[in-house]
């Protein structure tokens, strides 16, 4: 296979619990990103609206979690520093959430992050690393599971990967 | 719109939305908005040094809008899953179509749940996410 294509032995770092994030549902920059994707239900621009919905305050849309992760924890992404990838070798694979409570404007959240696998596809082309996220409120809730899984695209002896 | 989704049934499609085409604005705003500030969305000198013909679209971009058209069916606190796997790369000028049919209805823990298949494909047909949701559904009205 040639040369190493990582600083590390991927196998070494499963299992590895990554430090604890902690993120803040800001209304600015929630109503920023709810510009940005074209969102218009009231539920999300509207606190009254959120209230009457059964809501402490305005929730945060399906996917937002994922944005509260990186927004509140600038720098180099902590698995790409570990196996020495550069980020334009990245792909996202898959991204799935489960909820268990809602995240409202004003919560603080805390992410816990484990890598869960590192496996190689198309003969060593492509290496899939999966996270598993544990997310509770600032109360100590577990609101949300979260598994993530990154493409890491290899160099190529041949012809480059797609 | 809770009498409608009461009565869903297997084979139905009730979330249908298409999107206007992707611009390179968006994906700049996305940047900030969402926090990912990889290059490869942006800059497209950066893309073309990492073997990509041009910036593409971050597919949590595209998770957003499929999301939305979830949402625009089933309210945000209905929903209790919804995962996807990036099929393909999303161009910059996609219009991004998305859909969601029911795959199964069931009940757990005493709540009526539909699951539901979901699709986001562009103007030529090509998949670009594929996913699943699980939505609590209201009380049906048993006919």
């Given amino acids: 296979m040639g040369a190493p294509k990582f600083a590390v032995d991927p196998q070494t770092l499963v299992g590895m619990e990554l430090p604890q994030q902690r993120a803040f549902v800001e209304p600015r920059r929630l109503k920023f990103f709810l510009d940005t994707i074209g969102e218009k239900d009231p539920v999300y621009l509207d606190p009254a609206a959120a209230r009457a919905a059964g809501f402490r305050d305005i929730p945060i849309p399906p996917t937002y979690m994922f944005c509260l992760q990186s927004l509140d924890n600038p ?11 550069d980020i334009g070798r ?41 996270q598993d996220i544990r997310v509770e409120n600032g109360q100590g809730e577990h609101i949300a599971d979260i598994t993530n899984t990154l493409v890491i695209r290899n160099p190529q002896d041949e012809k480059g990967a797609a | 719109m809770s009498t409608t989704t009461a009565a869903l ?44 013909p041009d910036v593409f679209t971050h597919g949590m971009f595209v998770m957003a809008r499929l999301g939305m058209a979830l949402n625009a069916v089933f ?5 209790r899953e919804y995962g996807v796997r990036f099929a393909s ?33 562009d103007q030529n047909n090509d998949v670009k996410l594929k996913g699943e949701a699980v939505v609590a559904l209201p009380q049906g009205d048993r006919a």
Wanted: proline share 4%.
């Fill in chain 1, 75 to 85: 720098g180099p992404n902590r698995i790409l520093e570990l196996l020495g990838v």
């Fill in chain 1, 90 to 130: 990245i792909l996202h694979g898959e991204q799935k959430f489960i909820y268990h409570k809602a995240a409202c404007v004003g919560d603080e959240l805390v992410f816990q992050a484990r890598i869960g696998s590192i496996v190689d596809k198309k003969g060593g082309a492509l290496t899939m690393v999966a």
């Fill in chain 2, 9 to 52: 049934k297997v084979g139905d499609t009730p979330v249908s939305r298409s999107y206007g085409p992707i611009t390179r604005h968006e994906l700049a705003l996305y940047c900030g908005a969402s926090g990912d500030h990889n290059p490869i969305h942006v800059d497209s000198d950066f893309a073309k040094a990492s073997g990509f």
């Fill in chain 2, 75 to 79: 309210p945000t606190a209905a929903i």
């Fill in chain 2, 89 to 121: 790369i999303t161009q910059v000028g996609a219009r991004i179509t998305c859909e969601g049919k029911v795959t199964a209805i069931e009940e757990v823990n005493g709540e009526r749940r539909a699951r539901l298949e979901l699709t986001a494909r």
